[in-house]
Nanobody
């Protein structure tokens, strides 16, 4: 059973930084796009960023470009999201995700994601 476990969430003042981690249990999902979604209260779950496990392009939602950086450590089966210059609009539960269809993931289509983490809460206060 594939499991994705997030960590690194917390509360931070606007302008600060957090680094999220997602550990993949069992095996490396080498053919998948690995990344992050987020869901703010009363909002739809939103694509944030993703990268193919094998490497290549990194995809970001426009609102985080230049502030968030996605990376991965294949040997550790872990993906990271470095979040800088956070603002209150970034407040959400952040979910690690793995999917086979990057276009569907970026459109927030449910079938785009095969595996979800349980989420880690990020709160940005001003």
């Amino acid at each position: 059973q594939v499991q994705l476990v997030e960590s690194g969430g917390g509360s931070v003042q606007a302008g600060g930084s957090l680094r999220l981690s997602c550990a993949v249990s069992g095996r490396t999902l080498s053919m998948y796009y690995m990344g992050w979604f987020r869901q703010a209260p009363a909002k739809e779950r939103e694509f944030v960023a993703a990268i193919k496990w094998r490497g290549g392009n990194i995809y970001y939602v426009d609102s985080v470009k230049g502030r968030f950086t996605l990376s991965r450590d294949n040997a550790e089966n872990t993906v990271y999201l470095q979040m800088n210059n956070l603002n209150p609009e970034d407040t959400a539960v952040y979910y690690c995700a793995a999917g086979r269809d990057i276009a569907s993931m970026m459109r927030n289509a449910p079938h785009g994601v095969a595996y979800w983490g349980e989420g880690t809460l990020v709160t940005v206060f001003s």
